[in-house]
């Protein structure tokens, strides 16, 4: 049964511009975890990745219902394989209390933008 679902779009030359701004590495490191971030910085077009961990991360948080308290490090995108989120902290929590049991993940890139879909199923 789905429990929740989430999309998310992502314009990757803003969060380019994001990236690359006085910012851009502190913003990195407060978003992403330290294996996104090498998982990213090893590809030339590292914006495209980073916008497509973004995009998932905020249709989690859309699928979870925006729980209170969520923070960026509470999920990870892992890399390796076909996409998928591991969470923990506040983001576990929020998962287990929509009774959900596993988190689907659907990624994409094209025309400058990056898309995710979650499907949360209990």
């Not at 502190?26 to 497509?52: K, L, S, W």
């Not at 576990?92 to 400058?112: F, M, P, T």
Request: hydrophobic fraction near 50%; proline fraction near 4%; aromatic fraction near 4%.
């Amino acid at each position: 049964m789905i429990v929740g679902l989430g999309l998310d779009v992502v314009d990757v030359a803003r969060l380019r511009g994001i990236l690359e701004g006085p910012l851009g590495a502190r913003f990195a490191a407060r978003v992403f975890t330290p294996a996104e971030r090498t998982f990213c910085d090893a590809h030339a077009a590292r914006a495209v990745h980073y916008a497509g961990r973004f995009a998932a991360k905020e249709a989690l948080v859309k699928a979870l219902g925006a729980p209170a308290g969520v923070g960026w490090q509470d999920m990870e995108v892992a890399s390796g394989g076909p996409p998928r989120l591991a969470v923990r902290g506040k983001a576990a929590a929020a998962l287990e209390g929509r009774g959900g049991r596993a988190i689907h993940l659907s990624l994409s890139h094209d025309g400058g933008l990056a898309v995710a879909a979650v499907v949360v199923e209990g």
